[in-house]
Structure formats: C-alpha cells, structure tokens
C-alpha cells in the first residue's frame, strides 16, 4: 500500500528557510510523478511544486517560484522541498501526494491528478 509521509515543518520567521521531505513507504519511488501541495485555513488545496518520475520535469508555482526548489533522491525514497525567503502567504499544511507513471509534470501540478496523500506538516511563517 502506498503511504507517503511528510516532515521538516515548523515555525520559521520571515526570509527563513525551511526543507520538507515526503518520504515513501510500501512502493519503490521511481515511477512515480511527487507533488507538493499546501492549505492555508479558508483557502482551497493548491499545487506547489512536482517533480516527475524521473527527475527531469519539475513545475512551479508562480507565487514560489525562484524561491522553493523540488529534488529527489530515489535510493532514500524520499523528495525533498528547499523553501527559501520564506513569507507569511506560505504559512500552510503542505502535503504530498504521488501519481504512477507521470514523466513531465507540465500543467498537470494540480490535486485532481494526484492521490495517496500524505497526513500533512504544517509550515507557519511569522515574526
């Protein structure tokens, strides 16, 4: 059974910097498309960063982009989010979620295409 698990979350002070890792369980990573989606309270699940299953197509939001960086390290499992210049519009559970066999990740970084979420880790960006 796939299960994805998330971590690195905290509370970070503006211009900070953070790194998530979703790290996998119960499947091998390599075929799989990871994203990266967050939360905020009152606002819908929005796409962050995926990256594909092969590591050569990533895709950004705009409102991140420049900023955050999306890698994976296939041998750990594990995909990483580098979030630097961190501001307050990034406070968000940030999960991550995985979709079998997806290579280029271009206009498909959305939650439709995305299942088997992981429980989330919450990132507060605040003074």
């Known amino acids: 059974q796939l299960q994805l698990v998330e971590s690195g979350g905290g509370l970070v002070q503006p211009g900070g910097s953070l790194r998530l890792s979703c790290t996998a369980s119960?499947?091998?990573?390599?075929?799989?498309?990871i994203g990266w989606f967050r939360q905020a309270p009152g606002k819908e699940r929005e796409g962050v960063s995926c990256?594909?299953?092969?590591?050569?197509?990533?895709n950004y939001a705009d409102s991140v982009k420049g900023r955050f960086t999306i890698s994976r390290d296939n041998t750990k499992k594990t995909v990483y989010l580098q979030m630097n210049s961190l501001k307050p519009e990034d406070t968000a559970v940030y999960y991550c979620?995985?979709?079998?066999?997806?290579?280029?990740?271009?206009?498909?970084?959305?939650?439709?295409?995305?299942?088997?979420w992981g429980q989330g880790t919450q990132v507060t960006v605040s003074s």
């Open positions: 990256i594909g299953s092969s590591g050569g197509s990533t």
């Open positions: 979620a995985a979709r079998w066999g997806l290579v280029s990740v271009q206009a498909m970084c959305a939650t439709k295409y995305f299942g088997s």
């Open positions: 119960g499947f091998t990573l390599d075929s799989y498309a």
